[in-house]
């Protein structure tokens, strides 16, 4: 079955430390990865894609991701974060088909 | 850029009744989903249209039904709302990636 799971519900973390949200997906829906995030009473938004070529994907505000096949994983990193990361983050994954598939989200909450 | 729209924004109804949630996008996308989001349960899929004039059940479709009239806009109905249905319902359209509406908090009582 079609699954991407992520590991963690809630992550804690102080301002300026480093970060990683882990995503592990099905093989089934290995073709295309997303991050997304959610600030509160608010839609997703895209953070950054992963469709093909490298495996390391940035987005603009420092983020970055790296596809990996061996171990099925698309985990989330920031070397150095800030109070407004604080949100809850949504891995995702498609095979092609229509059905995109969503993790079940992680919390990240930036501490002072 | 609007996007994606979702309406209303807010809603309460009662057991029993039933309403219509609209979704409209401007980007020429032709698919187009619907997704409830629950605490703990991240985003499930609930009714997805692949093109205009097509619809199929996602993971949790038991209690709703969907419209696809035209390439813009995709409802999502409930027939006789229950407290289950109780949640807050985002629409989106892709192209690649997702485009998401703001999304409707609903709760039923």
């Known amino acids: 079955a079609q699954s991407v799971t992520q590991l963690d519900s809630q992550v804690p973390v102080f301002e300026e430390a480093p970060v990683e949200l882990r995503c592990n997906y099905s093989?089934?829906?290995?073709?295309?990865l997303f991050w997304y995030v959610q600030y509160p009473n608010q839609g997703l938004q895209l953070l950054l894609k992963y469709l093909s070529g490298s495996t390391l994907v940035e987005s603009i505000n420092g983020f970055e991701a790296e596809f990996n096949k061996s171990q099925t994983s698309f985990h989330l990193r920031k070397p150095s974060v800030h109070i407004s990361d604080t949100a809850e983050y949504f891995c995702?994954?498609?095979?092609?088909?229509?059905?995109?598939?969503f993790g079940t989200g992680t919390r990240l909450k930036v501490l002072a | 850029n609007a996007g994606v729209t979702q309406t209303p924004k807010f809603q309460v109804l009662k057991t029993g009744q039933s309403m219509t949630l609209q979704c409209a996008q401007d980007?020429?996308?032709?698919?187009m989903y619907w997704y409830r989001q629950d605490p703990g349960m991240g985003l499930r899929l609930i009714y997805y249209s692949a093109s205009e004039g097509t619809t199929d059940k996602g993971e949790v479709p038991n209690g709703y039904n969907v419209s696809r009239l035209n390439k813009r806009e995709f409802s999502l109905r409930l027939e006789s709302a229950a407290p289950s249905q109780t949640s807050v319902y985002f629409c989106?359209?892709?192209?690649?990636?997702?485009?998401f509406g703001q999304g409707t908090r609903l709760t039923v009582v």
């Open positions: 093989s089934s829906v290995s073709v295309y």
């Open positions: 989106a359209s892709l192209a690649g990636e997702a485009f």
């Open positions: 980007m020429n996308h032709n698919s």
């Open positions: 995702a994954g498609t095979s092609g088909t229509y059905k995109y598939i």
